[in-house]
């Protein structure tokens, strides 16, 4: 028939709309990504440790600072009072005693008497301490793991963790309890009458000194026991 004229128009495949389909659906998701991002998720409350009974050196604030730094397999744990200078006197053969039957890991708190003797109008303590991987005892050498730390309030608190460079983490003996160590030095030590103590900056912890003074007199002292 004359006048008629064919004309032929090219569909689109399937495969080129999938592809455009797809490229219109990421286009939408980010524009909607760009319009509405995602929150970061909130940070999840730490849990604190639950006390048997209260502290004469740590306040709410220490022990909730503390439980932050301590091993995640400890989150939870129930702190229960092994030992305290002021109901079971300074000795540390009472200390040990008092160990027995516990397998640890175990928070030592101490609290210096150096702040009133330097000024005796001043209420302010130095608080320190560490935290050991195994329950106190006696032993012939070093015992522990890299789980154990030293910590000091100073008044923020710093916490001294294993470096790696020893496994000098705490070594008890009749006359002096002993933690981190190098070069002849102790980074915390206590003697038999748990009344003297010094500290000094060594290799295990790459410590400060913990008390203001590397030499000090304890007037508080407690060993909790987390289980």
Not at 56 to 63: D, F, Y
Not at 190 to 205: E, I, K, V
Request: net charge negative; hydrophobic share 35%.
């Amino acid at each position: 028939m004359k006048g008629l004229r064919w004309r032929y128009t090219r569909l689109p495949s399937q495969v080129e709309d999938t592809l455009s389909g797809e490229e219109g659906e990421e286009g939408e998701e980010e524009e909607e990504e760009e319009a509405a991002p995602a929150p970061a998720p909130a940070p999840e409350d730490p849990v604190e440790p639950h006390l048997a009974e209260a502290s004469q050196v740590l306040g709410a604030s220490e022990i909730r600072q503390l439980s932050l730094h301590l091993p995640p397999r400890v989150t939870g744990y129930s702190w229960s009072l092994a030992f305290c200078t002021a109901r079971d006197g300074f000795s540390l053969r009472s200390l040990y005693r008092q160990m027995e039957g516990h397998s640890g890991p175990v928070l030592l708190v101490l609290k210096d008497q150096d702040g009133q003797l330097q000024n005796a109008s001043s209420s302010a303590f130095q608080i320190f301490g560490a935290f050991s991987s195994s329950a106190f005892r006696l032993s012939k050498g070093f015992y522990g793991t890299g789980e154990t730390f030293l910590f000091s309030f100073s008044p923020r608190l710093k916490v001294f963790k294993w470096t790696g460079s020893n496994s000098f983490f705490v070594k008890g003996d009749l006359d002096s309890l002993m933690m981190g160590s190098g070069s002849g030095q102790f980074g915390l030590w206590l003697d038999g009458d748990l009344y003297h103590g010094g500290s000094h900056p060594c290799a295990t912890f790459n410590n400060e000194v913990l008390a203001r003074q590397e030499q000090f007199c304890i007037k508080e002292l407690e060993a909790w026991v987390l289980s």
